[in-house]
């Protein structure tokens, strides 16, 4: 695995694949948070080669009837992938083994220093909470496709390997989610409209998380998604720092119905620029008078779901 040095991934996605039509697969919905945080907090996304990827409408290798695919050929309808030109559209199962094109960022400077090339080899569309699905699907990146920087980390003559590491809350799984619109800076936590952009995220890390437990951007909006975010971040202050230790769990509940869960300690209440104010630190190592004062909240008092404003609340089992 790469070190991660927080780079910013930029992407360009390529699929050879028939245009055909779509299906869906059962899945199992989650349960509680249970994130495996990484340098300083939980991670935005987890995966091996950036700290971060998101389409460019840059078009690269192999081409979908002789036309190159790019970002906006990408479509995200109700949570499903597809991939249509013209009238035409090639979804579900038939996107397995297609291939997707990446150009990174390995050091941050903002411009793309390295390649890869990875194998979509397996999907499911995974139900989630608020009647909603969500497609997942696994990455396998091809060792020998890599270039710059970046080829240094892996022997070209290694055995292809996941984008994603495995999320213990899904069975192990190393799926990636992906996200249209939406841009996540992961120096501030803030989550802003982005026209044609794709994020694509991990289940393991946080945004994945999040649209697994059920928020997704269409459905609460960007202010939502952030809220989100954060709370599953504990990112009290609403400034990128993540609060939590590799075994920090908590409940949620909010304002849209999506998810109900409240556990015995009360932790915070969430808006898109963080905690409101705080009860309990998820962590046990953690002051929460420290993070009381350094963020400047107040303890949480008594009310109910919304009555401060909030649109999230976290509790402790």
Known sequence: MTDRAAPRLALALALALPLVGCDAADASPDGDIRLRPGSGGIQYDTNVLSDGLGLESIC??????????????LKINDGILAVVVGDKKSAGDHLIGSRWLFQIDSDGDGKAD???????????VAPVAG?????????????ASLSGPLAEAFPPEADPF???PPDPLRGGKTQ?????????????GSVSAAPGARVIACTSGAIGRALTLGYLPDVVGTPGFEAALRAVRAD????????????AQALLADVWGIRGAFGSVPEARWS??????????????ADAAAIRQACGIPTCGPGPLGSQGELLVSSLP
Not at 114 to 120: D, H, M, N, P, V
Not at 272 to 285: F, I, P, Q, T, V
Request: aromatic share 2%; net charge negative; hydrophobic share 35%.
């Open 236 to 247: 009290y202050c609403g400034d990128g720092e993540s609060h939590a230790g590799s075994d």
């Open 60 to 73: 690269v290798g192999p081409t979908i009837n002789g036309h190159c695919v790019s970002e906006e050929l």
């Open 162 to 164: 996941p984008l994603c």
């Open 131 to 143: 009647g909603r699905a969500v497609e997942l699907f696994d990455l396998l990146v091809d060792p």
């Open 272 to 285: 898109d620029g963080g905690a409101l104010c705080l009860s309990h630190a998820r962590d046990d190592d």
């Open 114 to 124: 390295s390649k890869a090339s990875a194998e979509l080899v397996g999907r499911e």
């Open 176 to 188: 990636a989610a992906l996200i249209a619109d939406v841009a996540v800076d992961t120096g501030d």
